[in-house]
């Protein structure tokens, strides 16, 4: 069992910044790719980034690439999103998610555990 808790979410204005982190339980963290998706109030749910267990590889979604960076810190057993020139359309609940034992995947099937949630806010 794995239990993850964002923290981070907030109001900013567009073109601002914000640092989502995640806080996961147990002693197998760095067994687990991790992974951040969002849901925008009458959307579904996307994918926004993931990290492979190592920290080695991530992959993004085209709608943030070149502005969020993710990182991870297995001592820490914390997963980060550095959200950067943020736009309104980027508005939406932030969730962390694990996956056992692959690679970086967009796929949220593929997650075995999610947090909570936390709400960003970009005003335009």
């Known amino acids: 069992q794995v239990q993850l808790v964002e923290s981070g979410g907030g109001l900013v204005q567009a073109g601002g910044s914000l640092r989502l982190s995640c806080a996961a339980s147990?002693?197998?963290?760095?067994?687990?790719?991790m992974g951040w998706f969002r849901q925008a109030p009458g959307k579904e749910r996307e994918f926004v980034a993931a990290?492979?267990?190592?920290?080695?590889?991530?992959l993004y979604a085209d709608s943030v690439k070149g502005r969020f960076t993710i990182s991870r810190d297995n001592a820490k057993k914390t997963v980060y999103l550095q959200m950067n020139t943020l736009k309104p359309e980027d508005t939406a609940v932030y969730y962390c998610?694990?996956?056992?034992?692959?690679?970086?995947?967009?796929?949220?099937?593929?997650?075995?555990?999610w947090g909570q949630g936390t709400q960003v806010t970009v005003s335009s």
């Open positions: 998610a694990a996956a056992y034992d692959t690679i970086p995947t967009q796929h949220g099937p593929e997650y075995d555990y």
């Open positions: 147990g002693r197998a963290f760095s067994f687990y790719t």
């Open positions: 990290i492979s267990r190592t920290g080695g590889s991530s």
